[in-house]
C-alpha cells in the first residue's frame, strides 16, 4: 500500500483509509459486529492505516468495535474521530443541534480516549461547524488539548474555506473531511483551494457517491429502511436514472484499464492530488480488496481529460443530501 502524508504535516498514512461509520449506522442495522473486526483486521493486514469513526456513529458503538478491532495493532494506525454533536453521554440520545462549546468538546475527547484506549486522539475533527461557536474559540480548545497530549492532530468536517482559514490562524488544521467525488465536485471551486495555499490535506467521504459510482445501484434498488439515503434526493428513482450516464462513463473507463468503476473513480480522487486520501466505507471483504486495488490502477494525463470532459457534459441531479443536513455545512 502506498503511503501520502496529510499536507505539510507529518502525519503519513496509507493511501486510502477506511470509513467506518457503515459498519454501526447510516446504511442500514449494524452488520455484525464479529464480521465487523475481521474486516477491520484485513484491512490492516493489506496495508491500511487509516480508520474513520466518531462519537456520533452508533452513537458510540462505532468507536469501540475500532477499539476492539484495532487494539493488536496499537501504535500502527492512525484514528481518527470526531467532536460537535450534542450526545448524552449516558443513553447516547442526539439531541438537536451542535454543540461545540470548549467545555463539550474536552468532554467528548475524555470519552472517546477511554472508548479507543488510547493515549491521544491521532486526528480530532469538528464534525460539523456550529454556528454558536467561534471556531477560534473551537480551533483554541483543541490547541488545549493538543498541548495536553490528548489529541496529535486537529481536522475540520465540511467547513467554508473562510472558516478553515480562521480556524487555522489559531491552531494549525491537519485535514479537512467532506464529500468529495465524480458525483458530488463542491469542493473544487474553494476548499481544495484553500488547502493547498495552506498546506492541508484532504479527506473524500463518500468517495463512491454513497455506493451509487461502483455500478452496483440502480432506479430499482431498494435500501433497507432504515438506510438514510431513502432521505436523500439524489438517490430517488429518478435521479438515479438520470444520474445512470456518470456511471457508465466510469463502466467504460474501467472496461479499458480491466478495472471496475469503484477503482476508476478511487484512482480519480488520488489523481487529483498527491495530499488527498479517500475514505470508502464497506462492510464486505471483497469491496475492500476492490477498494484497495484502485492504488494500482494508473489514470493518464489523456484518461484523466477524457473523464473531465465527459464528466462535464453531465447534469448530477438531486440535492447530495436532506436539506436540513446541507443546513450544517459550508459555515
Known amino acids: 500500500m502506498q503511503k501520502r502524508k496529510l499536507g505539510k504535516s507529518n502525519l503519513e498514512v496509507s493511501a486510502i483509509g477506511l470509513g467506518c461509520m457503515g459498519m454501526s449506522s447510516a446504511y442500514g442495522p449494524p452488520a455484525d459486529k464479529q464480521e465487523m473486526i475481521a474486516l477491520l483486521r484485513a ?6 492505516t487509516f480508520f474513520d469513526t466518531a462519537e456520533a456513529c452508533g452513537p458510540f458503538a462505532n468507536e469501540e468495535l475500532v477499539r476492539e478491532a484495532l487494539a493488536p495493532c496499537k501504535g500502527k494506525v492512525v484514528i481518527a474521530t470526531k467532536f460537535g454533536f450534542d450526545i448524552d453521554p ?3 440520545e442526539r439531541r438537536p443541534g451542535l454543540n461545540s462549546r470548549p467545555k463539550h468538546i474536552k468532554e467528548v475527547a475524555e470519552a472517546s480516549l477511554k472508548r479507543l484506549r488510547v493515549e491521544a486522539i491521532d486526528l480530532f475533527y469538528q464534525h460539523r461547524v456550529d454556528p454558536d461557536v467561534p471556531i477560534e474559540d473551537v480551533a483554541g480548545a483543541v490547541k488545549e488539548l493538543i498541548r495536553d497530549g490528548k489529541v496529535k492532530h486537529f481536522g475540520l468536517s465540511e467547513p467554508a474555506a473562510r472558516t478553515i482559514r480562521r480556524a487555522h490562524a489559531v491552531q494549525p488544521v491537519t485535514a479537512v473531511q ?15 483551494p484553500t488547502l493547498e495555499d495552506l498546506g492541508i490535506g ?5 468517495p463512491l457517491g454513497a455506493g451509487f459510482l461502483t455500478g452496483k445501484i440502480n432506479e430499482q434498488t431498494e435500501f ?26 466510469l463502466g467504460k473507463i474501467a472496461e479499458r484499464k480491466k478495472a471496475t468503476p469503484a477503482q476508476i473513480a478511487l484512482a480519480w480522487l488520488l489523481a487529483q492530488n498527491p495530499w488527498i486520501i479517500p475514505i470508502p466505507g464497506t462492510t464486505k471483504l471483497h469491496r475492500l480488496k476492490e477498494n484497495i486495488g484502485a492504488t494500482e490502477v494508473e489514470l493518464t494525463s ?3 481529460g477524457e473523464i473531465d470532459t465527459a464528466a462535464s457534459k453531465i447534469e448530477v441531479r438531486g440535492a447530495r443530501l436532506p436539506e436540513s443536513a446541507l443546513q450544517m455545512t459550508g459555515r
Open 90 to 92: 449516558k443513553t447516547g
Open 202 to 206: 484532504f479527506v473524500p467521504f463518500s
Open 178 to 192: 467532506s464529500e468529495y467525488s465524480l458525483f458530488w465536485r463542491g469542493p473544487e471551486t474553494e476548499i481544495l
Open 224 to 249: 433497507d429502511k432504515t438506510d438514510f439515503r431513502n432521505m436523500v434526493p439524489r438517490f430517488t428513482p429518478e435521479n438515479r436514472r438520470a444520474n445512470q450516464p456518470l456511471v457508465d462513463l
Open 43 to 48: 484491512a490492516f493486514d493489506r496495508g491500511i
Open 302 to 304: 489523456d484518461d484523466l
